[in-house]
C-alpha cells in the first residue's frame, strides 16, 4: 500500500499539479495586493455614486458590490495566465524537446509490403547465375489436346487356326511265329486284291504274299 502510496506521488502529473498550486497560492497574494490598490479604487472612480457608495449599487436600499465581483474576475485571470505562461507553458516545451530527443523505432512492415519482398525473393532466387541473354523465354502453356478416338473393333472375328493333319498310323509286317488269324489289326498284311488303296506315300506291292509264307526280310537263312 505505502508502494503504491509513493508511486501515486512521484506521477509527474501530481508534481506538477503540486508546483502550479503552491505557485499560485503564493502570486494570489500578488494578484490580490494589485487588484486591491489599483483596480478596485480605480473601478470606484469611474462608477457613479457618492464617495461612500463608489463600487455598489443599491435597489430598494440593497447594496450590490459588483466592484468586489470585477475584482475576483480579474484576479482569477491574472493567476491563470501567469500559471499558464509560467509554468504550463515550460513544461511542455521540456517534454517537447525530451520527445525530439527520443528516435522514434522502425515502422512495421504491412501485410502488402511482407508479400512483396517475399516474391522479389522468390523471383531473384530462381534467376540467380543465369545471365539476361541465356534466359530462355517464358513457357508457353501447351494447347489442349483432344482425346485419342478409341480403336476400332473388326466386323469379323478371326479364323480359328489350322490344325496340321494327322497322318494314319503305319502298318508292319507280322513276325515270324504269329500268323494272320493272330496278328494284331495293325500287323497284319494287306489284303490281296486289286482294289486295295494303298496309303498316300506308300507303293502298292505287285503280288499279295500268302499268310503262311514267312516274311521277306526272315532271319531264317542268315546264320
Known amino acids: 500500500m505505502l508502494k503504491g502510496f509513493k508511486d501515486f506521488l512521484l506521477r509527474g502529473n501530481v508534481i506538477d499539479l503540486s ?15 494589485f487588484t486591491d490598490s489599483f483596480l478596485k479604487p480605480l473601478i470606484q472612480l469611474l462608477s457613479p455614486g457618492g464617495d461612500q457608495f463608489r463600487g455598489t449599487v443599491r435597489v430598494s436600499g440593497v447594496a450590490f458590490d459588483y466592484a468586489d465581483f470585477i475584482n475576483q474576475a480579474i484576479t482569477f485571470l491574472i493567476t491563470a495566465g501567469v500559471v499558464y505562461f509560467l509554468v504550463v507553458a515550460p513544461m511542455k516545451a521540456l517534454q517537447s524537446r ?21 516474391r522479389d525473393l522468390l523471383e531473384d532466387q530462381a534467376t540467380r547465375g ?3 541473354d541465356r534466359r ?9 489436346r ?6 476400332m473393333r473388326p466386323s469379323m472375328p478371326p479364323a480359328p487356326p489350322v490344325s496340321p493333319p494327322v497322318s494314319p498310323p503305319p502298318t508292319s509286317v507280322p513276325r515270324r511265329g504269329h500268323d494272320a488269324e493272330t496278328a494284331p489289326a495293325h500287323a ?3 489284303p490281296a486284291h486289286a482294289s486295295y488303296a494303298a496309303p498316300a506315300g506308300r ?6 504274299f500268302p499268310a503262311d509264307t514267312p516274311p521277306r526280310h526272315s532271319r531264317a537263312g542268315v546264320r
Not at 530462355?136 to 489442349?144: F, K, L, S
Open 19 to 33: 508546483v502550479a498550486v503552491v505557485i499560485g497560492a503564493a502570486f494570489t497574494a500578488v494578484v490580490n495586493a
Open 98 to 118: 525530451r520527445l525530439r530527443g527520443e528516435e522514434a523505432g522502425p515502422a512495421q512492415p504491412t501485410d502488402v509490403e511482407l508479400l512483396t519482398q517475399i
Open 130 to 132: 543465369v545471365p539476361d
Open 136 to 144: 530462355g523465354p517464358a513457357p508457353v502453356p501447351a494447347p489442349e
Open 146 to 151: 483432344a482425346p485419342a478416338p478409341a480403336p
Open 188 to 190: 497284319a498284311a494287306p
Open 203 to 208: 507303293p502298292t506291292p505287285p503280288h499279295p
